[in-house]
């Protein structure tokens, strides 16, 4: 089944040119995908379109068939289906305690404080970061800090994951271990999109490519197809 889905939309910034000139794309649910492309492809710029945090000048964005809303409420609701992990933790991460960070979007949610506590420790596991709660985030490593974010993303039970650049600022085996728990979380279901100017990343990773460049799509296709090895 189809859970994202884009209709020839467009996008231009105020004072910009557009950056997204036509795009259309559906996501299966279950998927892994990569959007790929130089810097200035419209990457960033489509993936705020997931959740609604910029909505198209044109053309329509449809969540699980539905064309999306862009009302307080509907926003509300879409933010919590499709999660958002940004480039940079240190913009994501905003309490003084791993805890309290985790536990914002759940308590916010309306949970209750057993329902917080109960999200919190099972997102805290699932990223291996069990008895991080009391630490302060700014003291961990750039892949523990990542880690947060994802938990804080996770604790709210999202059907599809959103990744800008994922393993920016890791090492190699960090960044490998980070690719590792994206695999995981699809295995249990979740539809994951990430976006990387980095073919050698994208290549093993995805079940589908696609490639952008000057706000519209060149290609798309399985990884072996899209880069060109059959
Ligand atoms: P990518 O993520 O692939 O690097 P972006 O989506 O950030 O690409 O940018 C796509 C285009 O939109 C670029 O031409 C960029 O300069 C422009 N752009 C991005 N953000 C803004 C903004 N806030 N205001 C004006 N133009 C922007
Ligand atoms: P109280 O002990 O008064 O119920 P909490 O334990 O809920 O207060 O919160 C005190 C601080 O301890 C929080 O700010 C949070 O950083 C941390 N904390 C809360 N729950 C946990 C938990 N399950 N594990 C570890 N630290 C927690």
Do not use: C
Not at 17 to 28: D, L, N, T, V
Not at 197 to 222: F, M, N, S
């Amino acid at each position: 089944s189809i859970v994202l889905e884009a209709r020839d939309i467009r996008y231009r910034y105020p004072r910009g040119q557009e950056a997204i000139r036509g795009i259309s794309f559906h996501f299966r649910r279950g998927e892994k995908i990569a959007l790929v492309g130089p810097n200035g492809a419209g990457k960033s710029t489509l993936l705020q379109m997931f959740n609604g945090m910029i909505r198209p000048d044109s053309g329509m964005m449809l969540f699980d068939n539905r064309p999306m809303e862009y009302d307080r409420a509907s926003l509300r609701e879409l933010r919590r289906k499709v999660g958002f992990v940004l480039q940079n933790p240190d913009r994501q991460i905003i309490a003084p305690t791993v805890y309290q960070d985790v536990a914002f979007g759940p308590t916010n949610l309306g949970y209750s404080e057993a329902e917080v506590r109960e999200s919190v420790t099972t997102a805290l596991r699932h990223v291996g970061l069990a008895g991080f709660e009391r630490r302060p985030p700014h003291q961990l490593s750039g892949g523990e800090k990542k880690r947060v974010a994802i938990a804080g993303v996770l604790a709210m039970d999202p059907d599809v994951l959103v990744f800008d650049e994922p393993t920016s600022g890791l090492d190699p085996s960090g960044s490998e271990d980070l690719m590792e728990l994206l695999d995981e979380l699809n295995h249990e279901g979740k539809t994951i999109v990430i976006s990387t100017h980095d073919v050698e990343l994208a290549y093993p990773w995805a079940d589908r490519v696609i490639l952008l460049a000057d706000g519209q799509i060149i290609k798309e296709d399985i990884p072996d197809v899209a880069f060109g090895n059959t």
